[in-house]
């Protein structure tokens, strides 16, 4: 009698570094519900989400069947990248970093939508780090400077 099997080789996964993270939203992230109104955002997704972000450098993604404004309002400030129905106008993310010390940045960001042959920011999404914010934003900020860096040198030098 033939000895059993081994068992199938796992595909061995890249360091997380070095990986991307394409996401399912309704029915992966969030529980299918009555009607797409209806899904839940589960309280701690957000921060998992971002959280996953950091560790991924950016390279997360959510695809969803529904317009990429429901992704973004269901999952704030989440993924860099979202896959979704299009939306009804182009718009621009426009962010700006300062990282003064390691671990700690500053920044300056809006969305912009074409309006009367110029884009124009959207009413109320400016964003400006405060003042006296406290430094838990810093370090998220800085990991955002960075991986922004990251990503815009890879894309220009390879
Ligand atoms: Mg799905």
Not at 32 to 49: F, M
Not at 116 to 141: Q, V
Request: hydrophobic share 45%; charged share 20%; net charge negative.
């Amino acid at each position: 009698m033939a000895p059993p099997a081994p068992p199938p080789a796992r595909p061995k996964l890249p360091p997380i570094a070095r990986a991307a993270l394409l996401l399912d939203m309704d029915g992966t992230l969030l529980d299918i519900a009555p009607t797409p109104e209806a899904v839940v955002v589960p309280p701690d997704l957000i921060a998992s989400l971002r959280a996953l972000r950091a560790r991924l450098d950016g390279a997360l993604a959510v695809i969803s069947g529904r317009p990429v404004e429901q992704v973004e309002a269901l999952l704030p400030d989440t993924a860099p990248a979202i896959a979704g129905a299009a939306p009804a106008m182009p718009k621009l993310d426009g962010a700006c970093y300062n990282t003064v010390a390691p671990g700690y940045s500053f920044s300056l960001s809006g969305i912009y939508q074409p309006k009367d042959d110029i884009f124009a920011e959207i009413e109320g999404s400016g964003f400006t780090s405060p003042l006296d914010a406290p430094r838990e934003m810093r370090m998220r900020e800085a990991e955002q400077a960075q991986s922004w860096y990251k990503a815009i040198t890879v894309e220009t030098f390879g």
